[in-house]
């Protein structure tokens, strides 16, 4: 009897066991900080100054109201699709690509693995995600990709606004001792307590903005194009670093699979689909045909 790998643990299990739920509410106290913080400091502080018409300032509004629509509407579709397997099969005589998971003892279909944070097996499983607050996979995987694009896009937006904004009003932007000093935090701090370069909390509240929108900006880049090569190569990143190719069908048939026929409009506004999941020829066991 084959045991999935994961099963075993190789992570440092009992740290995050022990901090989860600090390390999941800084997560996504983070993500709405950053999102209230990116809002205030757009609409209410960089707009009126970086553009002189009122068309302009609305068309940026719009723009980033639809960046925000995705974002929630995928980050609330995506954390609450679970895609983990739970139905305690134990099978007489398993599939030949079924494993068994010791930790929640029962047979499992290829591809899933077992999460020690979600503390289940979770079907075709990419990662945990700490901001989801549960396994990216089989039926979520669909909502994540969009999730980080849009973050990406919002956080790049916000990123170049504040920096016109504070290269005009704050301290330009070069390459100098006070323009670092005056960008690095604690030195904010200092130019506002010694009326430094003009610091307002609008300002203030921008620059530390601008640390969270960098991060997210590098990081959500690096998922985005990272989960589109895997998908493409119809892969999880476990398969990646194994070398496992033989559950691709194509480019196209892989992200047929992943975001079902109209995959697209994914992309254009959060889309509530169904993976699809069909009966298997051997009885009870559910077959994940999208696997
Ligand atoms: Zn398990
Ligand atoms: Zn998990």
């Not at 307590?193 to 300002?203: A, E, L, N, Q």
Request: glycine residues 6%; aromatic residues 22%; proline residues 5%.
């Amino acid at each position: 009897m084959e045991v999935s790998e994961r099963s075993k643990g190789v992570f440092p299990a009992k740290f995050i066991n022990d901090y989860l739920w600090l390390i999941q509410y800084s997560a996504v106290g983070f993500y709405f900080l950053l999102t209230f913080g990116v809002l205030y400091s757009c609409i209410f502080v960089a707009y009126p100054q970086v553009f002189d018409t009122l068309e302009q300032k609305y068309a940026n509004i719009i723009y980033l109201m639809y960046v925000l629509c995705n974002m929630m509407g995928n980050f609330f579709l995506g954390s609450i699709t679970d895609s983990s397997f739970k139905t305690g099969y134990v099978l007489s005589d398993p599939p030949k690509t079924w494993m068994f998971c010791t930790k929640c003892n029962q047979h499992t279909p290829p591809r899933s693995h077992h999460c020690f944070i979600c503390r289940a097996c979770v079907l075709k499983q990419d990662h945990h995600c700490f901001f989801f607050t549960r396994c990216v996979g089989l039926r979520n995987q669909k909502y994540f990709i969009p999730y980080v694009l849009y973050v990406f896009l919002g956080s790049f937006h916000a990123l170049r606004t504040i920096l016109v904004y504070l290269n005009t009003t704050y301290v330009p932007l070069e390459w100098s001792f006070y323009c670092i000093f005056s960008y690095l935090f604690p030195g904010p701090i200092y130019n506002w307590y010694w009326d430094y370069g003009d610091v307002t909390f609008g300002k203030f509240v921008s620059i530390s903005v601008l640390y969270g929108c960098f991060s997210t900006t590098s990081g959500c880049l690096f998922l985005f194009v990272g989960e589109m090569f895997l998908v493409a190569r119809g892969q999880t990143p476990y398969e990646f670093g194994k070398g496992i190719r033989k559950y691709s069908q194509g480019v196209y048939n892989n992200y047929k699979q992943v975001f079902g026929k109209l995959f697209p409009l994914n992309f254009l506004f959060p889309l509530p689909n169904k993976t699809k999941e069909e009966k298997s020829p051997w009885g009870e066991p559910t077959f994940y045909r999208s696997i």
